[in-house]
């Protein structure tokens, strides 16, 4: 059989992988695996956690404490330039704008200049109006100030701009207004660029770029540094990369977190392009590892507020002390809810654009970077061809369960390899495509075993399904061989019920209705066995006829039989509600069960055989079910029963008796229920009943019946207790013998 297996196993094997393969080289193949990948790498940030950033960056962040008090965004460039100044007398060594200054600031001097003009025109020539004039528009001209402001600090100041990434974003400029943008993002450009040759720069897969949004000229010259804040999402709208560089017409421009690293470290970013695509960029001893397409993973430090947020108002009405901002790379960016651009991270769905950015610089400068090698999809393919070959290879050699503890061993232990070495190494590998590989193999490989393997076992199950009860016909699947008459000596529990007054209860339904009846019982009843691993025997009209560690092994059987007889008159006592209600019937079961061995196995004929049971045990069981009517209870229990489940269960004992056929008394109980759910109500009237026993046994007739009518005080027609009452008034008037041994003969079965 393996060896017809091993060939169709290997093919198997080989189209997946060969498929496998091609798919994750192909990415357009099967997108949505790669959509599933993205889903993994957030997973591994949020089980790795959130990690404390270093001490270098600081947001001063547009709030809403900001817009209360200093009034709704935007604000005029004179404002802005104060921010830089406080800023710059704090002692910030870089500020940075996550905003962009793309429409003067003109409004008051606008006004000024049209006084000016209309005093020229009416011809006012006193000098010292004029100068004042000048001095006023000079005043007001915000966006001068702005850059004054800039020119004058002492930390370097890095502004902001952005691309328009696609065609239709600048359809509104023509060819001028590019040009004239171009000019004022000189400050963007990557000074340092080199290459392995002109060939490789211009073949390059940078991402290309349309038009520039920048700052007004004014401002954009007031400092050598600039770089765009343009952020872009993968496919299912998360950002987990910046884009390092972007080409626009031949030229490549440097994000704005570079260029305020360069203006921080004072050294410039430098960008090496290889044969691939982007190798890196450099910022002095910084090596910032990229992919071919110049994009940066951030290894983001955990949520939103990881970084010290202090409120623009604050820095201007100095509130803040300059130990804060000292020496420290700041952010200006916009948080307000409704304002600021809402990012959805690993990490969070509302996470502002400003704080990318310092997750951004805060991982470069402390060398904690998240890069997937150049050689990724090589890692990729090697992972499926080791960890597939090696499944498929010992999937026919195993059995099932060995075979699928053996595949999800292997599934984990790639998975927390890749785990780990995200954690600890900052490595991305691939997760979904080898684990895909993994799960298709076993899938795969199984399904074929099923199918080829288990014919023989479904043809017997076809065969004797239809009058063997299905846990036998399993174990004949398993063990043809047990397919012959005879049987062997087993410790089981046997199980006998019957409803009482079946045949009055049958008197009121049709045949129709008798047989709905019944059969929603016995389905009820059956179920619960089945559940508690028994096996139905056989049905003898109302009557259920199981056993309990046969033929599937149960060492606790009698701590199992009775939980089984438990649960179904729970169950039974519901249902009797519903019957009461619709049928106007009360049922009721009795329940026999005795521990012991007896003889199990297949009995019958040649040609028609039987799985069932035989011996004194069995018919013990059968015994006790009728015994039931005797002391007005409804499941009965021997004392190897018992002996076998009283650490699980409440019963009592009832009585010792000769049952018919036995010369030996049995010791029966009354089975009550779970330890932990029988009434200390019920506990009371059962030790009362127990030393009521103990004066019967001892003929002492008066106390025994003290006592049991004690325990009726405490359960109110508790039948056992009445009927000990009234056959302790019997003996009182007809002693039994002075050899008696306590124990009741019963007269029938």
């Keep these: 059989m393996f060896k017809k297996l091993k060939s169709p196993s290997l093919i198997i094997t080989l189209f997946i992988l060969c498929a496998g393969i091609y798919a994750s080289s192909s990415k357009k193949v099967l997108p949505f695996l790669d959509i599933i990948e993205l889903k993994t790498i957030d997973l591994r940030f949020r089980a790795r956690g959130e990690k404390v950033p270093g001490s270098s960056v600081v947001l001063a962040v547009i709030d809403e404490k900001s817009l209360k008090t200093e009034g709704k965004w935007i604000w005029p460039r004179k404002k802005i330039a104060n921010l830089v100044t406080r800023l710059s007398?704090?002692?910030?060594?870089?500020?940075?704008f996550d905003i962009v200054f793309s429409e003067p600031d003109n409004k008051g001097t606008a006004v000024l200049q049209d006084v000016y003009q209309t005093a020229d025109r009416l011809n006012i020539k006193q000098s010292d109006f004029k100068n004042y004039l000048n001095h006023l528009i000079l005043r007001s001209d915000n966006d001068r100030l702005l850059a004054e402001a800039i020119m004058n600090s002492t930390a370097d100041v890095v502004l902001g701009n952005f691309f328009h990434i696609k065609p239709e974003e600048a359809a509104h400029m023509d060819e001028n207004i590019i040009t004239a943008q171009a000019k004022n993002i000189l400050s963007s450009t990557c000074q340092t660029v080199q290459y392995a040759s002109e060939k490789a720069f211009m073949d390059a897969p940078f991402l290309e770029v349309f038009a520039p949004e920048a700052n007004i000229p004014v401002i954009a010259e007031s400092t050598p540094y600039s770089g765009y804040f343009n952020m872009m999402s993968d496919k299912d709208g998360v950002i987990r990369w910046v884009p390092g560089v972007f080409k626009f017409r031949n030229t490549l421009y440097a994000h704005l977190s570079l260029k305020a690293l360069a203006a921080y470290t004072s050294h410039p970013l430098e960008v090496f392009v290889g044969e691939m695509g982007v190798d890196r960029f450099q910022i002095g001893d910084l090596q910032i590892p990229t992919d071919e397409l110049g994009r940066i993973m951030i290894n983001y430090r955990g949520g939103a507020k990881r970084f010290p947020h202090i409120s623009v108002t604050d820095i201007l009405n100095n509130r803040v002390n300059p130990r804060q901002l000292k020496d420290k790379l700041v952010i200006i960016g916009v948080t307000a809810i409704g304002v600021y651009d809402l990012r959805v991270t690993p990490f969070d769905t509302d996470f502002p654009g400003v704080e990318i950015n310092a997750n951004l610089i805060d991982s470069i400068l402390s060398r904690d970077f998240l890069y997937q090698p150049a050689q990724a999809q090589i890692y990729n393919i090697i992972a499926m061809l080791i960890l597939g070959g090696f499944l498929g290879w010992l999937?026919?050699?195993i059995k099932v369960i060995p075979g699928a503890l053996s595949a999800l061993g292997l599934l984990l232990g790639y998975v927390f390899l890749c785990l780990y070495l995200f954690t600890a190494k900052g490595i991305v590998l691939n997760a979904v495509y080898p684990v895909i590989t993994i799960?298709?193999?076993?899938?795969?490989?199984?399904?074929?075993?099923?199918?080829?393997?288990?014919?023989k076992k479904r043809f017997i199950k076809n065969a004797f399904s239809t009058y063997l009860a299905p846990t036998v016909v399993n174990q004949l699947i398993e063990s043809p061989e047990k397919l012959v008459l005879g049987g062997e000596e087993r410790q089981i529990t046997a199980f006998f019920s019957d409803v009482a007054g079946f045949t009055s209860i049958s008197e009121k339904l049709t045949p129709h209705e008798l047989v709905v009846l019944l059969n929603e019982f016995l389905t009820e009843m059956s179920n619960i066995i089945l559940t508690h691993n028994g096996l139905v025997d056989k049905y003898?009209?109302?009557?259920i006829i199981a056993m309990f560690g046969a033929p599937n092994d149960l060492e606790n059987h009698a701590e199992v039989a009775c939980a089984a007889s438990i649960d179904m008159q729970e169950r039974l006592s519901v249902l009797r509600k519903?019957?009461?209600t619709e049928k106007n019937l009360i049922i009721r079961m009795r329940v026999g069960l005795c521990s012991g061995p007896a003889v199990v196995g297949n009995m019958g004929s040649?040609?028609?055989?039987?799985?069932?049971?035989?011996?004194?045990?069995?018919?013990?069981?059968?015994r006790l079910e009728g015994v039931n009517k005797v002391y007005g209870t409804y499941t009965m229990i021997s004392e190897t029963t018992y002996t076998g489940a009283k650490e699980t269960i409440v019963a009592r004992e009832l009585d010792a008796i000769n049952v018919m056929g036995k010369k030996i008394p049995v010791k029966i109980y009354e089975l009550i229920g779970y330890k932990h759910t029988v009434s200390e109500k019920m506990i009371q009237t059962i030790a009362f009943y127990e030393k009521g026993l103990s004066e019967y046994r001892q003929c002492r007739w008066d106390s025994a019946i003290e006592y049991f009518n004690r325990a009726l005080e405490t359960t109110p027609?508790?039948?056992?207790?009445?009927?000990?009452?009234?056959?302790?008034?019997?003996?009182?008037?007809?002693?039994?013998?002075?050899?008696?041994?306590?124990?009741?003969?019963?007269?029938?079965?």
């Design 606 to 622: 040649k040609n028609r055989m039987d799985y069932t049971m035989m011996g004194d045990t069995v018919n013990t069981a059968a």
């Design 540 to 543: 003898e009209g109302d009557a």
């Design 717 to 749: 027609d508790d039948p056992p207790s009445l009927m000990m009452i009234t056959r302790c008034r019997e003996y009182k008037t007809h002693p039994p013998e002075s050899c008696w041994n306590g124990a009741y003969i019963m007269r029938t079965k």
């Design 395 to 397: 999937l026919p050699r």
């Design 89 to 96: 007398d704090a002692g910030a060594r870089v500020i940075a």
């Design 578 to 580: 519903k019957w009461e």
């Design 439 to 455: 799960f298709l193999i076993y899938i795969s490989i199984s399904a074929y075993r099923y199918f080829v393997e288990e014919g």
